[in-house]
């Protein structure tokens, strides 16, 4: 347990005990629980708990907000779950791309960090191999690094037993009790075949089958295949084998029904496919190198946006796993340093100081192969370094491609990537390549977003008196700035607003309307700071620096764009009165959405007070909220 321990028992006290929990997950400030019975959940002693924010019911979750540090909370929050009784899926969502994608992402999200340890030690055993000489390959020590990263992967059907039965709804322990008999020792090392070779082979109760040369260690997607069809099984069972004895009847009948099976169907059946879908994605690289890291490194940070990179994550581990390496991911390589040349770019040449404060951390992050800060809050927005990134991603991506660059295990990402590229017999020359690719990726991609530059006229970087005023506590002049109403509707104060975030003023104060128009107008002359990929939010500030969000609807991130309509871009010149988004009030509702609009200001600590009007109803184009201005 860590330092929140407190905080997390007092949680799970609060939301109504272990039994009450079906699930946990977390988002970037929220713990998210789906529990059994939210009237157990003692709401008010949440909000007045020390180190939570607020408490939020939506969308079927329960949620707690913490604040940034919430991974942290939520660690101690696990260990004071324990394991839970896993909930029953409410079914498949999205199209069959995307629920694979879902799935992949799910079963191998929990195990990427081990994975990436796993490469690592690998990669470590491979440096001392060649920095030391053929010697320290015959000794012991050499033997037991080898075996710290080989480990994982000769029993990763073991860890992804556990991880795919969770995700599909079964019990985790029943997917790795499967997952052990497919790793079975004499499967493994071919005894068991070898031993009934001169009798007709192996057969259960008369059915042969057979089990690849080494086994089902290594692999992927039969235990994935199996456990989903073990979850369905066990929820079946569930059904019909009474109380008193489901305890051991259903997990005896899943095994002895799933294991047969999966020797006799599903391990082949999946072995085949599998073997099938790696040999596309080899006959398309194979085809043009050059073309196949060309795209592949021009669209690797679009894929990585909507989470599509994963479709491509199986057969780079079922390959490695193998002991074959890989160029599968080897044009992605460069694109995180083409990344972090942009917004080292952006962090020197800019006038805004919050950009240049957030473009910090992110050109940090970009070094070590996390590019989400630099994407989704710097060059994105930007839209012009964003593409530069994409472009020299394609072109490094290519001659990365040409160069024969392969990987030999999974790993780290950034400079934490290349004792991935040491050969097995400890040969540097890709490693090398990588690096010389990385600094040209990061030089090419600065040179061009410093020359070509990008759109930084939000009005937020401060002059001189600004900066005094702000040291000596002064406010802006004395007066007064309006936004008018961006829509038409009712009008409401903001504590009625159906999320909490927004209701207790946590982004800002502001108002709220329920729309009776999905019309969507600049509330004043200003600029476009951002408008989220999902159209439902809409930043922006006044040309006097008054900053508004508008968030149509509430949780209607989760319809990704479904129902609603843009008609400008991020950084955008806006006059009062244009049009910004239309929206479907009748279809979102009957997804099940609330369609009030939140319309805060999120820099109201640089006002004396924020006024929203009083009137029940409001037209677009009327005064909707007055920022006051003092000396």
């Not at 939506?58 to 940034?68: A, K, R």
């Not at 440096?127 to 030391?132: E, K, M, Q, T, V």
């Not at 008609?567 to 049009?579: H, M, P, R, T, Y």
Request: a negative charge; charged letters at 15%.
């Amino acid at each position: 347990m860590g330092k929140y321990e407190e905080l997390a028992k007092d949680i799970v006290r609060e939301v109504g005990g272990k039994e009450n929990v079906n699930s946990l997950t977390n988002c970037i400030t929220r713990l998210r629980f789906k529990l059994k019975d939210e009237s157990k959940a003692n709401d008010e002693a949440l909000k007045n708990m020390d180190g939570v924010v607020t408490v939020m019911k939506s969308g079927g979750q329960y949620q707690v907000v913490i604040g940034n540090h919430v991974p942290d909370v939520r660690k101690d929050v696990d260990a004071v779950l324990g394991t839970l009784e896993p909930e029953t899926d409410s079914g498949p969502k999205g199209n069959l791309f995307n629920q694979f994608v879902d799935i992949i992402s799910s079963i191998f999200q929990p195990i990427l960090a081990p994975l990436s340890a796993a490469g690592m030690l690998k990669g470590l055993a491979a440096i001392l191999s060649f920095a030391l000489g053929s010697e320290f390959a015959a000794t012991s020590t050499y033997a037991v690094l080898n075996a710290m990263g080989d480990g994982l992967f000769l029993f990763l059907p073991f860890f992804i037993g556990y991880t795919a039965m969770q995700k599909f709804g079964g019990s985790p322990f029943v997917g790795m009790m499967i997952a052990s008999s497919m790793i079975y020792k004499g499967f493994i090392d071919g005894s068991i075949a070898a031993t009934f070779a001169e009798t007709g082979g192996l057969n259960f109760f008369g059915i042969p089958f057979s089990v690849p040369a080494a086994g089902y260690g290594s692999s992927v997607m039969p235990i994935i295949a199996a456990t989903a069809f073990a979850a369905f099984l066990e929820k079946q069972l569930r059904k019909i084998i009474p109380d008193v004895v489901k305890l051991f009847l259903v997990p005896f009948f899943t095994a002895l029904i799933t294991i047969p099976l999966t020797f006799l169907i599903i391990g082949p059946v999946m072995n085949v496919a599998s073997d099938a879908l790696g040999d596309l994605l080899l006959g398309i690289q194979n085809f043009s190198p050059i073309l196949f890291g060309l795209v592949l490194g021009f669209s690797w940070q679009i894929l990585v946006m909507f989470g599509l990179h994963w479709a491509i994550i199986p057969f780079v581990i079922i390959s490695l796993s193998q002991g074959t390496p890989t160029a599968l991911l080897s044009p992605s390589g460069s694109v995180s340093f083409a990344q972090t040349g942009a917004v080292l770019a952006i962090m020197l040449k800019t006038k805004n100081l919050k950009l240049r404060e957030l473009s910090i951390p992110a050109f940090i992050s970009g070094i070590f192969g996390v590019t989400e800060p630099a994407i989704y809050g710097i060059t994105l927005p930007k839209k012009r370094p964003f593409w530069v990134s994409c472009i020299v991603g394609g072109v490094t991506g290519a001659i990365a491609m040409a160069l024969g660059t392969q990987s030999y295990r999974m790993g780290g990402l950034g400079i934490f990537r290349y004792p991935n590229l040491i050969t097995n017999e400890g040969d540097p020359k890709f490693a090398i390549y990588a690096m010389i690719l990385d600094a040209a990726a990061l030089i090419a991609a600065f040179a061009l977003v410093w020359v070509i530059g990008f759109s930084d006229d939000a009005p937020t970087a401060l002059s001189k008196e600004e900066a005094k005023g702000s040291f000596t506590g002064q406010k802006k002049a004395l007066g007064k700035q309006e936004a008018f109403a961006p829509i038409s509707g009712k009008a409401l104060p903001l504590s009625e607003a159906k999320d909490a975030a927004f209701a207790e003023g946590i982004m800002g104060k502001g108002i709220v309307i329920e729309p009776t128009v999905g019309e969507v107008v600049a509330p004043f002359d200003g600029t476009v700071l951002t408008i989220f990929p999902t159209k439902h939010a809409i930043g922006l500030v006044s040309d006097d620096g008054l900053e508004v969000l508008i968030h149509i609807g509430i949780d209607t991130v989760q319809l990704e764009g479904k129902h609603f309509e843009s008609f400008v871009e991020s950084n955008a010149k806006v006059k009062k009165g244009d049009k910004l988004v239309n929206f479907d009030i009748a279809a979102i509702e009957a997804e099940g959405y609330s369609t009030q609009v939140p319309i805060i200001v999120t820099n109201s600590q640089d006002y004396a007070d924020v006024i929203g009007t009083t009137q029940p109803t409001v037209q677009s184009g009327e005064v909707l909220i007055t920022a006051v201005t003092t000396a």
